[in-house]
């Protein structure tokens, strides 16, 4: 930077930027593991207003999916669904990771969807893709630490922790996490909290 012209100058600095929200990232995500190997995850269980949390998750990537024109939709059943037992916060996180993984991986013009149902024993939150998919091989890893499929699922912004500390969370409400092909091509996770 200190050699560069005015120009190079701005570009550096926004690779520097970037770096550091990366590692930023990382760190976190790497405290988060941490925590969960010494079960010391800081959960608070509550009422919690679930429609309200995929809404804001909702607002909160349409600006990176506008960006790769991705049509970002969620479908919400008329009544509020309201969880007696839930860290709303870690079940935001849960829902970020597979946006975040959704959009990532899933190409210009492409669409991701998410969706929620209520059951008299679950709610069921669906977060599904017209991307790239999984091959059946990595469905079976796609959880583990550190695990990425291959080269077309390599992103820089992606360490192949975050579905793992999803699924450490999921597991933290007994609930479940799995991932299937969408129709059509693309990948849907589906996380299911008992109530």
């Given at each position: 930077?200190?050699?560069?012209?005015?120009?190079?100058?701005?570009?550096?600095?926004?690779?520097?930027?970037?770096?550091?929200?990366?590692?930023?990232?990382?760190?976190?995500?790497?405290?988060?593991?941490?925590?969960?190997?010494?079960?010391?995850?800081?959960?608070?269980?509550?009422?919690?207003?679930?429609?309200?949390?995929?809404?804001?998750?909702?607002?909160?990537?349409?600006?990176?999916?506008?960006?790769?024109?991705?049509?970002?939709?969620?479908?919400?059943?008329?009544?509020?669904?309201?969880?007696?037992?839930?860290?709303?916060?870690?079940?935001?996180?849960?829902?970020?990771?597979?946006?975040?993984?959704?959009?990532?991986?899933?190409?210009?013009n492409g669409s991701v969807c998410m969706?929620?149902?209520?059951?008299?024993?679950?709610?069921?939150?669906?977060?599904?893709?017209?991307?790239?998919?999984?091959?059946?091989?990595?469905?079976?890893?796609?959880?583990?630490?550190?695990?990425?499929?291959?080269?077309?699922?390599?992103?820089?912004?992606?360490?192949?922790?975050?579905?793992?500390?999803?699924?450490?969370?999921?597991?933290?409400?007994?609930g479940t996490i799995t991932v299937s092909?969408?129709?059509?091509?693309?990948?849907?996770?589906?996380?299911?909290?008992?109530?």
């Open positions: 930077m200190e050699k560069g012209t005015e120009e190079q100058k701005k570009e550096f600095s926004s690779i520097a930027y970037k770096e550091g929200q990366r590692l930023s990232r990382l760190t976190s995500d790497l405290l988060t593991l941490a925590r969960g190997n010494n079960q010391i995850y800081q959960a608070s269980f509550g009422r919690t207003e679930l429609d309200t949390i995929i809404l804001d998750c909702y607002e909160a990537f349409c600006v990176s999916a506008r960006e790769k024109n991705i049509r970002l939709s969620v479908e919400l059943p008329d009544n509020a669904l309201i969880a007696e037992h839930m860290d709303g916060e870690r079940i935001k996180q849960v829902i970020a990771i597979l946006l975040d993984n959704a959009i990532s991986y899933t190409q210009e969706k929620c149902q209520e059951t008299s024993k679950a709610f069921c939150i669906e977060v599904s893709d017209n991307g790239i998919g999984i091959d059946n091989k990595s469905k079976t890893k796609i959880f583990d630490r550190f695990y990425r499929v291959d080269d077309s699922r390599t992103s820089k912004s992606h360490f192949g922790l975050g579905l793992c500390i999803a699924k450490e969370i999921v597991d933290l409400h007994r092909d969408t129709d059509g091509g693309g990948a849907t996770f589906t996380v299911k909290l008992l109530k």
